[in-house]
């Protein structure tokens, strides 16, 4: 295991564009695989490339239906080289408030379960996912977020089955990212191997 991600983020960076002058970069895994901690490590190999976590899109009563805001928001602005607009969800609150602008960067990482949805991926210029067992990531979900959550937990395991039942990432990725003790390991995904 190999904590440094330098060698990924050259990798990463130097892949054509995919969405217009970004290179759109999918981080996805079950909840609680280490996505978010894995975008932010990689971010900053990548010289503090910008982070779009899917939970500013995701609401409530839209777990994972949030493909059309990621497509008018985010994608086509960006596909044209311009600076995107989206909302961003409080989860908090139960509504959306406020927004972020993000700029067309080299790199751009999108991070979340679904991220490497269908509608998502003709835009990707690679899809990383956390090889983690679902069980196990969410068992490291429900003990981060602790009793308090443990309610949306019992809904979102369903749903998140059935999302990946119905639109799976993992044969689509690229690479494969195992986090160890000591750090990550990148192995090539199943798409590379078709």
Known sequence: MNQDLAPLAARLGALPPSCGPVRLIGVDGHAGSGKSTFARRLSEALGGAPVVPTD?????????????????????????????????????????????????????????????????????????????????????????????????????????RAHFAADPSRPYADLLVLQGKLGYEVRMGPAADG
Request: proline residues 6%; charged residues 30%; contains cysteine.
């Open 56 to 160: 500013d899109l995701a609401t409530h009563e839209q777990l994972f239906d949030w493909a059309e805001r990621f497509r008018t928001q985010l994608l086509e602005p960006l596909s044209r080289g311009r600076r995107a607009r989206y909302e961003v969800y409080d989860w908090v609150r139960g509504a959306f408030a406020g927004a972020r602008e993000l700029e067309p960067a080299p790199v751009v990482l999108v991070e979340g379960v679904g991220s490497g949805r269908r509608a998502l991926r003709p835009y990707l210029a690679c899809l990383l996912w956390m090889e983690l067992a679902d069980a196990h990531s969410w068992e490291r979900g429900r003990r981060r977020d602790g009793p308090d959550l443990s309610g949306f937990w019992d809904g979102w395991i369903p749903a998140e």
